[in-house]
């Protein structure tokens, strides 16, 4: 098991990379995280929904997410408020007390599903989440030293160099842990060293003195490796490079901003500016704005409004800047966003940006499926694209619907319902060519699509892109993890930790 002294120190990453490692050298490998805390959330073959980490950490391992890989999964709606998704399904929404009293019913999906884990596979890696030593929390938390316990899993705890204080993490960790907690950690992890490790060689000394804990690894920061972020604290520390673009795309940071990986794809390619906004100021004079998707739709359209920004984004669009809305930024675009049964928030109604004939109403039922399509439309941002292949998934609840608009897609398959003609037609091109709006997470990681759309927004201005850019083989991205973490880590540790009678060949690193 992989905890860490706090969010973001790198837990999920480095179980990608131990994932893939251990498929290297044969093992049949899953991860495993008991609750996660997240809007960027994925849809499973049978349309379950689970944090996005698992499913790359998944994709990591070569296995098919499921649902049993994160049987919790918290979506925060507003500062004390989170609907609660138990085994791929909403359950309800809840409080930060009433949440407490789900916790026997919540350890039972918990542990079920880890033991349905370790009986289909070698091994599991398991993730914590925050820090197990949160002592407000320590009483009922089901997602670190409990599930470390329960499995007699030896725990690797991960510290972040790079933030200052790693030393102190460690240690004050270590001395809020009760004894048998302790014992359970067997190796420390450095992660996102800079430097020259020899100069840090006195304070790995002091630190395994100090708590008779071996230093498991000592992991560098890398720049060219490319895995998804699983927080949206990331877009805090992301910054867009403007070397030799021709386009600006902004996207505009919501309070609750969901699946915000949707754009990596976009952010890569070449001679695009891509950056994160949440104040007119900062948007300037882009090309593209894309709304988000978010987990609280009139929530976050009202924080636009506060902000100024709805204004922003349609002055932006009367002068010709293209708007692109994804899944909630697809329900914003419309003239009316209507949750007359509170399912998302207290609000009932509000009026949307009215830059297409829309109108979304919430409904009790999620929608949770993987699809399989074309583009049906082939004019305005889509010109080019008509017919390109088209995969991504939705999670949304709302039913939007209108009329004089082009629909953008159709889809030829989803993973868990059949297709009909009711539901085949998908997403809206407005009248213009200048707006769109779709419920297709993953959209930018289609690359004839993007490559379209972007070549598009390159002719109307009259520039040409400096290349055509390429898709991620994600499988040479975690090969290069594995090496990177690989040669960073005391394997032979690893695997004695692991239990496994497989004896670490020490010419793969």
């Known amino acids: ?71 919790v999964l918290l979506k925060p709606e507003a500062d004390h408020i989170s609907q609660v998704v138990v085994m791929g399904r909403p359950m309800l929404s809840a409080n930060v007390r009433d949440y ?19 009986n289909d596979f070698d091994i599991v890696i398991a993730e914590g989440a925050g820090s197990p030593a949160e002592i407000n929390l320590k009483a009922t938390e089901i997602v670190n030293m409990r599930v470390a316990l329960y499995a007699q899993a030896p725990v690797l705890l991960c510290g972040d160099i790079d933030r200052g204080g790693v030393f102190a993490s460690l240690v004050g960790t270590m001395e809020l ?36 804990v071996p230093v498991a690894g000592l992991v560098h920061h890398y720049r060219d490796i490319h895995i998804p972020e699983e927080d949206s604290v990331a877009l805090d520390v992301t910054t867009a490079s403007a070397a030799e673009s021709v386009l600006d795309v902004s996207v505009v940071q919501l309070p609750h901003i969901a ?13 695009v500016n891509l950056e994160f906004v949440n104040s007119p100021a900062q948007m300037g004079r882009p090309d593209l704005v894309i709304i988000p998707g978010t987990k609280t739709t009139i929530p976050d359209l009202a924080w636009m409004n506060e902000r100024g920004l709805t204004n922003t984004i349609k002055e932006l669009n009367s002068n010709g800047t293209a708007v692109v809305g994804i ?11 209507s949750d007359p049964e509170h399912i998302e928030s207290s609000m009932t109604e509000l009026d949307g940006l009215g830059l297409m004939p829309l109108t979304t109403v919430f409904e009790g039922t ?99 892109l400096p290349g055509q850019g ?25 695997y004695r930790l692991s239990g496994l009678n497989r004896e670490y060949d020490s010419d793969r690193a």
């Open 366 to 464: 999620k929608e949770t499926h993987r699809i399989k399509g074309r583009v049906s439309e082939g004019s305005g941002l889509l010109a080019g694209a008509a017919g390109m292949p088209v995969t991504g998934y939705e999670i949304h609840m709302g039913r939007t619907v209108g009329e004089g608009f082009a629909p953008a897609f159709r889809i030829e398959d989803r993973a868990d319902v059949p297709v009909t003609e009711a539901n085949a037609l998908e997403g809206a091109l407005g009248a213009s060519g200048n707006v769109m709006g779709t419920y297709i997470h993953g959209l930018f990681h289609n690359g004839g699509v993007r490559s379209a759309m972007l070549a598009e927004l390159a002719r109307r201005k009259g520039v040409s």
């Open 327 to 337: 899944c909630g930024g697809y329900q914003m675009l419309g003239t009316k966003v």
């Open 259 to 271: 699946n915000f990986d949707d754009f990596d794809a976009l952010a890569r390619h070449p001679g």
């Open 177 to 212: 842990l009760e004894p048998e907690e302790r014992e359970a950690v067997k190796g420390f992890v450095i992660n996102k060293f800079r430097g020259d490790p020899s100069l840090l060689t006195d304070g790995l000394t002091w630190l395994e003195d100090r708590t008779g």
């Open 100 to 118: 407490y009293g789900l916790k026997p019913k919540l350890w039972e999906a918990v542990h079920t599903s880890l033991d349905s884990l370790r």
């Open 470 to 494: 390429s898709d991620l083989d994600m499988d040479l991205e975690y090969d290069k993890l594995a090496d990177w973490v690989r040669s960073s880590m005391d394997m032979d540790l690893i």
């Open 1 to 71: 098991m992989v905890q860490g002294t706090a969010s973001h120190v790198g837990k999920s990453v480095l179980v990608s990379a131990l994932c893939r490692i251990f498929r290297q050298d044969g093992f049949r490998v899953a991860p495993f995280k008991a609750q996660n805390m997240s809007n960027n959330s994925y849809v499973t073959a049978d349309g379950d929904e689970i944090g996005r980490a698992q499913a790359v950490q998944a994709d990591a391992a070569g296995v098919e997410a499921r649902v049993e890989m994160n049987p």
